[in-house]
């Protein structure tokens, strides 16, 4: 190695990456079907599992008659909870919340079943067809129960109980207050107020879940392959259930087909794999077909919200109050728990606005149908949904502007920090200067005169807003979920550079859509040095860092971005010390970047490649006390975390003969700090709205009065197709958060914000009629019943 090794001008630039539209390094492998799903995975000798599941909503099981189903042909073993019940521990889901009881999740149903869909057998075959015929040989007694369907019938003392022990349906309550809110609305000059409904969505992934729990008998261990976005808190919740040591339980999240939130929990179906596999000593495989996996898979949403809003002469709020029920399913999920989505919409009620009172009192209630969990979003949609039209609706009343409203209500820059009156402390950023930007992108002026030529026509057309706020990367100080004793706010990264000089990166995150493999490859190049295509990060494997959980809640930007930046400056900083002795030169004089280091002002350089072999290979270049590893580690914890925000604005037509909606146009002004990659960031967001639109107009989970689904096909549960998605105009609004890099999360805000957009737009086409939305998705049956409603009375 030459001390003067001379490299072009070209290779000493310092490239930037962090803000480029570089093209995920994921999608070649993925849109060559080359990537590796858990349903790829072919171990030796491996069964298949199906099971057979409860046709009845709520009912004890008296008694299970497999042996046919033994006997068929290449059936292995046939397992009911009794079988397997003392090979495991049932995993709760724990809070240290008040008011809360954590019902226990069994691999399979044990007693009774309490939803359609809950499984109660698993048949083990030589393959998956066999396993399936199988099924149909087992004859099930069952004594039905008390079917509960409506939360709010169900919260009743008389109600026929899905958990005997609890002594309730009613599994969690909670209320947040500040100050006298019914006072400070008795005396407001002007109050609104409605029942709101958001009815239960399916997260709807285009993978369905899948696992594969592969056995080595070598070392007794088992490696899951699963579809979660969650490995690391898969593998500590089925080690301590299973008594196994990490070191022989991992938990690989590969390739990972979308999750929404319905992958980001732990199932019953995973417990009885790892336990099935290492009672057999055999790999075990299953996959959700699409019915299993919209009836069986936790679903969201679900809400019921009657809230009221006062505002004084001047259209300021100054106060609100809301009564929440939320039906949470048969269970409590882990780790999240029954109280996610419902206690995560009274929190954000307030949103982004200075409201001096509130109270908030929610309550969560079992029913016959599956768990809900997380889904993108989670609680916001909702509580975005209620603030907003509330807000549309004290504009009518004080006849201001939607527009106007808001801007005198939102936080104004010099307010931050801001504490709502739910406790949510609202960190630096743009919540004014999204609602200014959306409104000169979409030309609100010239919209409003485009609503009034057209409503001169007799066209129903209408513009709504929508504010919002959230936390994102959210850091130890804060649970993701309430009183969740499980820590989600830390990230680990491990950047090493191996003899060839080449970069691996290690995280804790789980990728199953958002390009992290790109993004944070993006970040390390930056401030390691590295050029882009030298460094592969590796993720969603429990065995990659010493704790890790995965990717939810928007985190994996400011996390693992935080993670990497810190990780990547202290392996920087001996990749310079090493640069030092080989050019001879002093530490503060080495510059690096683009994989090499250099004397600052001089054509002096080393690159990665010749450090690491300096290093690892060639003895005689450094001296002993020089050799250090060149890896490092760093473990990023935000504390609180950060705030991300955005307005919506919708514009929709109406057609009268079919109570079709047609989005005309969408703009989002966001605000999600310092953006990684452009490109990832807009294809976020147009995924998210898409989302959201489906929500508004489109997707419903119908369950009749006995639990059973009506909606458990893609024939039934309608979701938006690439027709009905409007073009998206995104404008970013780049305020850098406090947090390292200046990242916030982005994941989830296109699907809060559309759904209330879409209602207010709704609301203001059908004004006319003085039809108000109260209730979601706006399927052309209920319009059309609005509006015969709205004529009828308008006849009388």
Request: hydrophobic share 45%; aromatic share 6%; charged share 25%.
């Amino acid at each position: 190695m030459s001390k003067g090794d001379s490299v072009q001008p070209a290779d000493l630039l310092r490239p930037r990456h962090v803000g480029q539209p570089i093209r995920r390094t994921e999608d070649p492998r993925l849109l060559t079907g080359n990537g590796e799903y858990t349903a790829d995975r072919k171990p030796d000798r491996v069964l298949h599992v199906a099971f057979r599941r409860s046709e009845q909503a709520h009912a004890t099981i008296v008694a299970i008659d497999t042996a046919q189903a033994r006997a068929a042909p290449g059936v292995v073993a046939v397992f009911t909870a009794e079988d397997v019940a003392e090979l495991y521990k049932p995993i709760i889901p724990v809070s240290r919340m008040a008011n809360y009881y954590a019902t226990p999740i069994v691999a399979l149903a044990t007693g009774k079943v309490r939803y359609v869909g809950e499984a109660v057998v698993a048949v083990i075959a030589e393959d998956r067809y066999l396993a399936e015929d199988a099924l149909e040989l087992i004859e099930i007694d069952y004594a039905p129960l008390g079917v509960v369907t409506d939360p709010e019938d169900a919260a009743a003392a008389d109600a026929p109980l899905l958990h005997d022990e609890a002594g309730t349906n009613v599994l969690v309550a909670r209320e947040f207050k500040k100050g006298d809110a019914a006072a400070d609305i008795a005396a407001a000059h002007t109050s609104v107020r409605g029942r709101f409904r958001m009815t239960r969505k399916a997260p709807l992934a285009m993978e369905p879940r899948s696992y594969c729990a592969e056995f080595d008998g070598r070392r007794e261990a088992i490696t899951l392959y699963t579809s979660s976005n969650i490995p690391g808190i898969v593998r500590d919740a089925l080690a301590e259930s299973l008594d196994l040591p990490g070191s022989r339980l991992r938990v690989v999240a590969p390739d990972v087909g979308g999750s929404f939130g319905s992958k980001g929990s732990l199932y019953p179906e995973e417990i009885l794999l790892c336990v099935a596999a290492r009672k057999l000593r055999r790999s075990l495989k299953w996959t959700a077909d699409r019915l299993e996996d919209i009836a069986s898979s936790s679903q969201s949403f679900a809400e019921t919200i009657e809230a009221e809003l006062g505002f004084d002469a001047d259209g300021v709020a100054v106060a609100l109050q809301a009564d929440v029920t939320g039906d949470v399913g048969a269970y409590s999920i882990y780790p999240w728990t029954c109280a996610l989505e419902p206690v995560q919409v009274v929190s954000f009620l307030p949103g982004p606005y200075k409201i001096k009172s509130y109270r908030g009192a929610v309550r969560g209630v079992a029913t016959s149908k599956p768990p809900t969990g997380p889904y993108r979003g989670v609680g916001r949609p909702i509580s975005t949904f209620v603030t907003e039209r509330l807000m549309d609706m004290a504009a009518k009343a004080l006849g201001i502007d939607p527009l106007e409203i808001r801007r005198r209500n939102l936080v104004r820059d010099d307010e931050f920090p801001y504490r709502i009156a739910s406790g949510i402390i609202w960190d630096r950023t743009g919540f004014v200067a999204c609602l200014d930007a959306a409104a000169e992108a979409a030309n609100y002026a010239a919209l409003r005169q485009q609503q009034a030529a057209a409503r001169a026509a007799g066209r129903w057309f209408g513009i709504g807003l929508s504010s919002y706020a959230e936390l994102t990367g959210i850091g130890s100080r804060i649970a993701v979920a309430p009183g969740m004793p499980i820590n989600t706010g830390s990230e680990t990264a491990k950047i090493r550079i191996d003899s060839t000089g080449a970069i691996t990166a290690t995280f804790g995150v789980a990728s199953h859509g958002q390009g992290l493999e790109t993004t944070l490859a993006q970040v390390i190049a930056d401030d390691l040095g590295a050029r882009f295509d030298d460094i592969r990060v590796v993720q969603g494997d429990s065995d990659g860092v010493p704790m890790s959980t995965g990717t939810y809640a928007s985190r994996s930007a400011v996390l693992g971005g935080g993670a990497a930046k810190h990780a990547s400056v202290l392996l920087r900083e001996k990749i310079k010390r090493v640069a030092s002795h080989l050019l001879e030169a002093a530490v503060d004089d080495i510059d690096v970047a683009n994989g090499f280091a250099r004397v600052a002002g001089t054509d002096r350089t080393v690159s990665f490649k010749q450090v690491a072999k300096a290093v690892y290979s060639d003895m005689k270049t450094l001296p002993v006390e020089a050799r250090e590893e060149l890896e490092a580690s760093y473990t990023y914890d935000p504390i609180n975390g950060t705030t991300a925000c955005a307005t919506h604005l919708a514009a929709v037509e109406i057609d009268p003969a079919s109570c079709f909606v047609k989005v005309l146009k969408y703009v989002v002004a966001e605000d999600c700090g310092r953006i990684i990659n452009p490109m990832i960031v807009d294809g976020q967001v147009h995924g998210g709205v898409a989302q959201g639109i489906g929500a508004a107009l489109y997707e419903e989970m119908i369950y009749d009065d006995t639990g059973q689904l009506l909606s458990a096909s893609l024939v039934d549960y309608v979701i938006p197709s690439a027709v009905e998605i409007p073009h998206i105009d995104v404008v970013h609004i780049e305020s850098e958060s406090a947090v390292a890099g200046g990242f916030r999360g982005m994941g989830e805000g296109g699907t809060i914000g559309a759904p209330a957009a879409i209602a207010n737009a709704i609301a203001d086409a059908l004004a006319p009629l003085g039809i108000d939305v109260f209730e979601l998705p706006v399927t052309p049956e209920r319009l059309f019943r609005l509006i015969e409603i709205a004529r009828s009375q308008q006849q009388q």
